[in-house]
């Protein structure tokens, strides 16, 4: 195997993608020139199909953990816990050997996917119904809850790991509730290419 930057990249970012422990410490440094143009767009198809994964991965698990949440609080810990998958998508935009314009793209790429996500989930939660008929107190709660503890919470500057895996937030009770599962989500939230 070559050991060429564009080879380490390549392979280290496709074993990341399956493999969220993969030390990305050791890349080496690009510069907008590093590579011809035609491999750098090789090279940004390959990050797309990357971050498609990471997407994809922690979307489905969100959407597992919300469908099987059996109250409130189990929602906002599926939602805490949605976090840190969605964090890595920082760690790649912010990665120290990639040169600032690519960082800047993938960056904004990141925020825009993370607060769709957190937009759509939102609207899922304010329009929610529980499993006996609509339930306007229970719908403004989930919404509620969904706003306390965002998934967006990953994008503040110097949040570092402590906001984004902080615990929950208690929802508030709900009198005499239904079992309630909660909103789902069912669409893939990254769309399109990686500088959409």
Known sequence: MSDSPYELWVVTLRTWSRDPSTDLSRLPTLAVDSFPPGAYERFFRHVGEVID????????????????????????????????????????A????LPKQIREVLETAAAKD??????????????????????????????HLVR??????????????????????????VPQSPPYGGPRVRRQIYRGPINS
Request: hydrophobic letters at 45%.
């Open 53 to 92: 994964a990471v997407n994809s991965a922690a979307s489905s698990q969100l959407d597992r953990d919300i469908g099987a949440a059996r109250n409130p609080h189990e929602i906002a810990a599926a939602l805490v816990a949605a976090r840190p998958k969605l964090a890595r998508r920082l760690q790649l």
């Open 148 to 173: 306390q503890n965002p998934l967006t919470a990953v994008l503040q500057a110097g949040a570092g790991m402590a906001a984004v895996t902080s615990a929950p937030v208690q929802p508030s009770p």
């Open 114 to 143: 993370i607060s769709r996500m957190q937009a759509e989930l939102e609207t899922m939660a304010a329009s929610s119904v529980s499993r006996y008929g609509s339930d306007r107190l229970a719908s403004e709660q989930m919404l």
């Open 94 to 97: 912010r990665h120290p050997g």
